[in-house]
Antibody
Framework: EVQLVESGGGLVKPGGSLRLSCAAS????????MNWVRQAPGKGLEWVSY????????YYVDSVKGRFTISRDNAKDSLYLQVNSLRAEDTAVYYC???????????WGKGTTVTVSS | QSALTQPASVSGSPGQSITISCTGP?????????VSWYQQHPGKAPKLMIY???NRPSGVSNRFSGSKSGNTASLTISGLQAEDEADYYC??????????FGTGTKVTVL
């Protein structure tokens, strides 16, 4: 079964850091680009970051540039998002999603929750 | 990276058809060549419903269809069913190599 499972979320104080992980199974992870997408409580979806299959291309939404770092370990079938200098507005459910073909996201994890509060 | 504009809510009776629009700020229509649509039930992860404007993944009902005209994409749900009640989001991969999501539409089945 094709599956993505996120972990690493939690409660953190403003200015703090977390490392989010996404474990892939059931497909050849190294062949796919990946996205992180987040959803603040009661709000819509927001794309956060993209990484190509071999990490050659990496992109971020402007609001997280310089604070978040996306990476992957194809040997471990894992995707990561290092989130630093966290702000209250980063509070959200963070989803990882597989990118296929014409840049669409066909497989999603169930998400991990990040709460930034003092 | 302005969000794509969707109506906040759309409703319809069972069996009816509804259409959700998704309009972008850019006059460059190539920015919307890679439009996809996602369904999200409360507390659940999004689910891909339409990709590349008008293609359905396997397993998605043929009651769902997509189209595009200029800088506006549309999702049509025909034969509306109770299980279609959910939030729907469009998204597009843009020429600046980023993604932009729509503002989201809550579909209510009356």
């Amino acid at each position: 079964e094709v599956q993505l499972v996120e972990s690493g979320g939690g409660l953190v104080k403003p200015g703090g850091s977390l490392r989010l992980s996404c474990a892939a199974s059931g497909f050849t992870f190294s062949s796919y680009s990946m996205n992180w997408v987040r959803q603040a409580p009661g709000k819509g979806l927001e794309w956060v970051s993209y990484i190509s299959s071999s990490s050659t291309y990496i992109y971020y939404v402007d609001s997280v540039k310089g604070r978040f770092t996306i990476s992957r370990d194809n040997a471990k079938d894992s995707l990561y998002l290092q989130v630093n200098s966290l702000r209250a507005e980063d509070t959200a459910v963070y989803y990882c999603a597989r990118v296929t073909g014409a840049y669409y996201m066909d497989v999603w994890g169930k998400g991990t929750t990040v709460t930034v509060s003092s | 990276q302005s969000a794509l504009t969707q109506p906040a809510s759309v409703s319809g009776s069972p069996g009816q058809s509804i259409t959700i629009s998704c309009t972008g700020p850019s006059s460059d229509t190539s920015d919307y060549a890679y439009v996809s649509w996602y369904q999200q039930h409360p507390g659940k992860a999004p689910k891909l419903m339409i990709y590349a404007v008008n293609n359905r993944p396997s397993g998605v009902s043929n009651r769902f269809s997509g189209s595009k005209s200029g800088n506006t994409a549309s999702l049509t749900i025909s034969g509306l069913q109770a299980e279609d009640e959910a939030d729907y989001y469009c998204t597009s991969y843009t020429s600046s190599r980023t993604y932009v999501f729509g503002t989201g539409t809550k579909v209510t089945v009356l």
